[in-house]
């Protein structure tokens, strides 16, 4: 068990709807990354959040979105589904964050698999 | 930005060989390589990672090596055993990059009894 939680484990939706993803970081873990593993794409680099600030964007459409809150949980809301979204969505945790000259060990959350009909 | 490539896709041995898998990079900034180990359904669980002050580190049936002028590293796991069978990940990463990690595509490795 890493320590960063995730919630839902499954999600099926129907294309056209919107869901929302949710990822609690290991305890000290400031910063929280989110991460798309589809077939075909393996894993892709979404977004990070440190201590509630948006700090980097990977291939992130712009149908979804993130956030991180005051207890820095975070959420990725993703919106007007379409097949093509259905993946694992991981989210990591870590302690450090960008620009403070180190890069640190990020750990995963079991995920969630999203299934889009 | 960042570009990982990893070798081979798929990796097969018999229980007790090595297995080796090589992984290189494109950005010169990147200074952090972790390795991660999946197994069908599951998170990717960190096994063994490397930063660029080091040129090798081992734990013990695995192993990373890097060489920075080359901008190549490679994973090494000996004495395989079935329970090795999996998909492993290469990644790297900098501060520049906002330590986002960037994967390879995996490699699939089937350890045969």
């Known amino acids: 068990d890493s320590g960063v939680t995730q919630t839902p484990k499954h999600l099926i939706t129907a294309t056209g709807q919107r869901v929302t993803l949710r990822c609690s970081p290991r305890?000290?873990?400031?910063?929280v990354y989110w991460y798309q593993q589809s077939l075909d794409q393996g894993l892709q680099f979404l977004i990070q959040?440190?201590?509630?600030?948006e700090r980097a964007k990977g291939n992130i459409l712009e149908r979804f979105s993130a956030q991180q809150f005051p207890d820095l949980h975070s959420e990725l809301n993703l919106s007007s589904l379409e097949l093509g979204d259905s993946a694992l969505y991981f989210c990591?945790?870590?302690?450090?964050?960008w620009g403070l000259g180190s890069t640190d060990t990020q750990y995963f959350g079991p995920g969630t698999r999203l299934t889009v009909l | 930005g960042e570009n990982v490539e990893q070798h081979p896709s798929t990796l097969s041995v018999q229980e007790g060989d090595s297995a080796v898998i090589k992984c290189t990079y494109s950005?010169?900034?990147?200074?952090?390589f972790p390795w991660y180990k999946q197994e069908l359904g599951k998170r990717p669980q960190l096994i063994i990672d490397?930063?660029?002050?080091?040129g090798e580190k081992k734990d013990q049936r695995i192993a990373v090596t890097l060489n920075k002028t080359a901008k190549h590293f490679s994973l090494h796991i000996t004495e395989t055993q079935p329970e090795d069978s999996a998909v492993y990940f290469c990644?790297?990463?900098?501060?520049?990059?906002?330590?986002?990690?960037?994967f390879g595509g995996g490699t699939r490795v089937l350890v045969k009894p």
């Open positions: 990591a945790s870590s302690v450090l964050s």
């Open positions: 490397i930063r660029s002050n080091v």
């Open positions: 950005d010169s900034a990147s200074n952090y």
């Open positions: 990644a790297a990463s900098g501060a520049a990059a906002g330590n986002k990690l960037t």
């Open positions: 305890s000290g873990d400031l910063s």
């Open positions: 959040y440190y201590n509630g600030e």
